[in-house]
């Protein structure tokens, strides 16, 4: 293997999360709620399944062993089991995972493990299927939960399910999400709302801290897991009493960043060192042949010294992420 990706601050990266498309079906209020639209003037293309693997190998001889192939929506791809295949079959990498709104989960969750996908993250803000469908723009909640269970069913023994946590909308629901997943082996995500660069009121209406969450957890006899390798920034909590976990994932918190083990390639072959970093770093012309691997590695670790210590969030910097959907959440 060569040398582990490590940034200035001694981290170390082992996590890429790989964008495959920026195409979503949903109109999710924080994220997309015009849906989606092609930028004026750019190319669509998105990588192929070659630039595909090329880009997992030059992160995989490089310590990276989890892959989450994310979007928009990922399963939008036709090719998208092929895109898992791909990246199982790539040497070193151990874990493949994806994010995904559930609409394809029903018919092809079976077909996606079979091509080697051993993580899963759904997507649901709220239990209520009215709810559900004013938060995305789809009346699917039936849909998503029928994938849930066919993910359960086709062998998953853990489903993460990220639930956005939206002032008035979904942050009075907590006890219903607790029974939620008292007997069902989920591991429930709140995600702390970002500000992004198209957000304007949005954010100021219904961002709502997941402190309280925290604390009501901690006084309610869940306890703090003892953070892995891979979990990166999320908290996970723990109680005698449910098959099911909560994790928080607070990135106004400070300290948010120190245990930053992530990088992420765009759809369309940009290095982005941070969710709310700057406009990117072109890898795609070293994806065209397998010759270029080394220039890949040389580019990706070059690039790595320039990444910052944490975002800049909270002076309401966002960088140029104009939404998540852009560069895979
Ligand atoms: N379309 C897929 C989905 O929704 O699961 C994958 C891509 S989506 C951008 C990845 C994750 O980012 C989702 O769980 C979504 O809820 C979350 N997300 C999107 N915009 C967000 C924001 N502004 N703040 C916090 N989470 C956000
Ligand atoms: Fe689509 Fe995911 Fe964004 Fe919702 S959060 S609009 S499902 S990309
Ligand atoms: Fe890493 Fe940026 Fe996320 Fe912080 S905000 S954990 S630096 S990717």
């Known amino acids: 293997m060569a040398q582990q990706f490590e940034d200035r601050f001694h981290r170390q990266f082992y996590y890429l999360r790989l964008s495959v498309t920026d195409v979503c079906n949903f109109r999710c209020q924080y994220c997309l709620p015009d849906g989606y639209r092609p930028e004026p003037g750019k190319p669509t293309g998105f990588l192929g399944l070659d630039e595909i693997r090329r880009v997992v190998e030059g992160f995989a001889m490089c310590g990276t062993n989890k892959v989450r192939i994310t979007g928009g929506e990922p399963s939008m791809r036709r090719d998208f089991t092929e895109i898992i295949e791909t990246v199982a079959s790539t040497p070193g990498i151990r874990d493949v995972a994806t994010t995904t709104n559930g609409y394809r989960l029903k018919k092809q969750v079976s077909a996606w493990r079979e091509a080697g996908l051993t993580k899963l993250n759904v997507s649901i803000d709220s239990l209520d299927p009215k709810m559900f469908h004013l938060i995305t723009g789809e009346n699917r909640f039936h849909d998503v939960m029928a994938g849930i269970d066919a993910a359960f069913a ?3 023994e853990q489903v993460k399910v990220n639930t956005v946590l939206l002032k008035n909308r979904n942050s009075h ?3 219903q999400f607790l029974a939620w997943i008292k007997d069902k082996p989920i591991q429930l995500r709140f995600i702390e709302l970002m500000q992004t660069g198209q957000m304007d009121r949005f954010f100021a209406q219904y961002h709502q801290s997941g402190v309280s969450l925290r ?15 891979n979990d990166g920034p999320a908290e996970v909590y723990q109680h005698p009493d449910y098959l099911g976990e909560i994790g928080l994932i607070l990135p106004y918190d400070d300290g948010f960043c120190e245990s930053c083990n992530r990088l992420r390639v765009s759809a369309k072959g940009k290095l982005h060192l941070c969710l709310f970093g700057e406009a990117g770093v072109e890898l795609r012309d070293l994806l065209a042949n397998d010759a270029s691997q080394d220039a890949l590695i040389a580019r990706i670790r070059e690039s790595l010294q320039s990444k910052k210590k ?4 909270h002076q309401g910097n966002s960088g140029m992420t104009p939404h998540l959907a852009s560069i895979g959440g």
Do not use: K, P, Y
Request: no cysteine; aromatic share 16%.
């Open 154 to 156: 086709s062998g998953f």
């Open 173 to 175: 629901d907590f006890r």
């Open 215 to 229: 604390n009501q957890l901690l006084a309610e006899g869940w306890q703090l897991a003892q953070r892995r390798l």
């Open 310 to 313: 944490t975002h800049f969030l």
